[in-house]
Structures are given as C-alpha cells and as structure tokens.
C-alpha cells in the first residue's frame, strides 16, 4: 500500500473513532437516563413501563458500539485472550442489566405490598444484585478498552480532541448520575479515580494519540468531581430518589 493512501486511510479511521466515542456517549446517556422518565404503561402491555420497553434496546444498541470501539483500527485486531475477556464482560454486562430489568419491572408492581417475601426478593435483584453485576461490567469494558487503546495508540496525534471532551462530558456526567442512584458508590468511586490515576500516569505523553483513552479520562475526571461535591455537600451519597429529586 501506498504511504498517501495509507495516510487516507489512517485519517479517515481517526475521524471515525472520533465521531464513533460521541455516539457512544450519547446513546449511552440516552439509554441510561430516558428510561426512568418514562412511567406511562406501556399501551401494548399495560402491566409494563414505556421505560421497560426501551430499556429492552439497551444491550442491543450499546454492546455492538463496544464492540466497535474494542476493535480500534484495522492495525490493532485483538487478539484471542483480549476477545474471550471481551466476551466474559459482554455477558457480565448483559445479565446485570437483564437482571434489573426484569426485577425492576416486576418491582413496581409490588409496591402495595412491601413487607411481602416477593417485594423483598425482587428488591433485593433489583437494587444491590443487579447494580452491582451490571456497574461491574461497565467497569471491566471500560478498562478493557482503555488497555487496548494504551497498548494500540494512533500512528499521528490528532490536532483536537473535541469530540472526545464532548462526550467524555456526557458520559462523565451520565456515569456519575447511574453511579449515586443505583448506590454502587463503592466500585463506580474507586474505578473511576482509578482510571484517572492511571490515565495521567500512563498515557499524558500520548494523549492525542488515544483519543479513546483521552474521552475517559474526561468522563472520569468529571464524575470524580461530581461524586466530591455530592459527598460534601450531603455527607455521604445518598440516592436521587432518597432526597426527592426524582421518584
């Protein structure tokens, strides 16, 4: 291959990688968020949510745009180990998230009966098992795709990352607001001052050339700041729904 048509494709990959971070990051901000607004019965079904039928596209649209972003470039395949430690996540990922929304669904129904076995077996899948199977994996793709690009970065720097500071500001906020109210605070805290740590420690000098890596330590740094100032300001983390912002 050419160097000039070498370099047109390395340009075009850039700017796709680029363009591929900001979708993520708003489609899951979408999937996350939107949900919980949409209390109405869903018309097909009444006993389900609008939220729940939504939710149902999460995996669907999240996880093939994971995959997208494991696989970089053309000049960075994964290689067999990083494919079935992809895999492992994927399915970590998919069962958090199936588990809650199904229990989640199933737990607005029993709401007039609280102190039943049934609404303490849901609420439990729902609010700690779940949360923390589902955030769990989020963690572990995140750090996987952060490997990936650190160990792959791009053959030129790029001149701005602004796409990535887009939306690592919507994912940082995004992460931050699943974080408090699915009370994961003692994984979602850690990773994401983990991940900052490393970012600055590892990848300053190649920044530009990760843009991957650039995106979440915007997103992380942002939600590392949110989480102080929510502590410090309520003196713990409680919940949206704790404190009445959100039902």
Known sequence: M????????????????????????????FLIIVPAFLAQQFIAYPLMKSGDVLDLLTPLILIPLYWLLFKLHQDSQPNQLETLIFLLLTVIWVEGHSIHLASNSIGHLTQDIPDSEIATLTNFYDEQLSHYIWHFGIAGLSALLIYRQWRNPLSQQLSRLRWELIAGIIYGFTYFIDVIESATTKIGIPFALGVVIFSLLQGKNKICQQPILAFFLMAYALASLLFLGWGLYWGGFPEFSEIGIID
């Open 2 to 29: 050419q160097d000039s048509e070498r370099s047109r494709i390395e340009t075009a990959e850039r700017k796709q990688l680029s363009l591929l971070v900001l979708i993520f990051a708003s489609l899951y901000a």
